[in-house]
């Protein structure tokens, strides 16, 4: 079965410090594979997408960017985190069937 | 521009009552619905979905109804449990990308 995974679970970053989170994904081959950020009161905004390796879609600018250097890897990082920047990111993955398939998602608090 | 949008920002049900959540959307290019589930700290779950081919689909106590003319469905939570308690996200797709619009979500309460 297809898993997804996601870390750290939380973090606490200051201001202008880089950021890295890993997503990777278990069970499937080619994913399509997103990046999420919920802020409060603004429900799930997309941030990248990624069909392949190597290819990165941003859909919002930002300060943040994406690689996705392995088939089933995708980090989403930063390279000086902004106050604005704290927020719960969800990597996930599409199941056409299902939609997506979200990872459990990082408590990112920027200080 | 929002193109799915979850007007009531949250709701409050009695246990065994009916819980009714409305979305809208305004992309006719939609063709894919979408309803997850989301508690706190964690990702969103896949709750029910349903195709622009019809207009009603059924799982368990969820059922989601779809109004294509009027660019509306809704998710029927029936009977409500305090465990239904969570944020609910609607969700769109036109198919043709592998890109999901999301509505900014509502917060069901069931109170026992």
């Known amino acids: 079965s297809q898993t997804i995974h996601q870390w750290p679970a939380t973090l606490v970053q200051p201001v202008g410090s880089p950021l890295s989170l890993e997503c990777t994904v278990e069970?499937?081959?080619?994913?399509?594979l997103y990046w999420y950020r919920q802020a409060a009161g603004r429900g799930l905004q997309l941030l990248f997408y990624?069909?392949?390796?190597?290819?990165i879609s941003s859909e919002v600018p930002q300060n943040l960017s994406a690689s996705r250097p392995q088939d089933r890897q995708f980090i989403l990082s930063s390279k000086k985190l902004l106050l604005s920047d704290s927020g719960f990111y969800l990597c996930?993955?599409?199941?056409?069937?299902?939609?997506?398939?979200f990872g459990s998602g990082t408590r990112l608090t920027v200080v | 521009d929002q193109q799915v949008k979850q007007n009531s920002p949250s709701l409050s049900v009695q246990e065994g009552r009916i819980s009714i959540l409305n979305c809208d959307y305004t992309?006719?290019?939609?063709?894919?619905f979408l309803w997850y589930k989301k508690y706190p700290a964690e990702g969103p779950t896949f709750l029910i979905s349903?195709?622009?081919?019809?207009d009603k689909n059924e799982d368990g106590r969820f059922t989601v109804f779809l109004n294509k003319s009027a660019k509306h469905l809704s998710l029927h939570i029936v009977p409500s449990q305090p465990g239904d308690s969570a944020v609910y996200f609607c969700a769109a797709d036109t198919g043709g990308y592998q890109k999901v619009t999301f509505g900014i979500g509502t917060k069901l309460q069931v109170i026992p």
């Open positions: 996930a993955w599409r199941d056409r069937g299902y939609g997506y398939t």
């Open positions: 349903i195709s622009s081919i019809k």
């Open positions: 990624s069909v392949g390796i190597g290819q």
């Open positions: 069970g499937t081959s080619n994913p399509n």
């Open positions: 992309n006719s290019m939609f063709d894919y």
